[in-house]
């Protein structure tokens, strides 16, 4: 079976870090990854305006409880 999951790489650990745990695999299991290398690079992200992003902190905020984050 195969599927496709996102990981962060930490390179100084040399691990990847899932954003979940993997359903069906077991600790320690063997099991083979496929790099994609295609996710954006720096730079590639798209901007966000002085009020789109002004909307996103308060989403954020709103959302975490978080009211020390100013917008």
Request: charged letters at 30%.
């Amino acid at each position: 079976m195969s599927r496709t999951v996102q990981a962060e790489y930490i390179a100084e650990e040399r691990v990847l870090k899932l954003a979940r745990p993997l359903e069906g695999v077991h600790d320690h299991q063997v099991v083979s990854v496929t790099i994609d290398s295609k996710a954006a690079a720096d730079g590639e992200w798209p901007v966000l305006g002085e009020e789109a992003a002004s909307e996103l902190a308060r989403a954020v905020r709103d959302a975490f409880g978080r009211d020390e984050i100013a917008v």
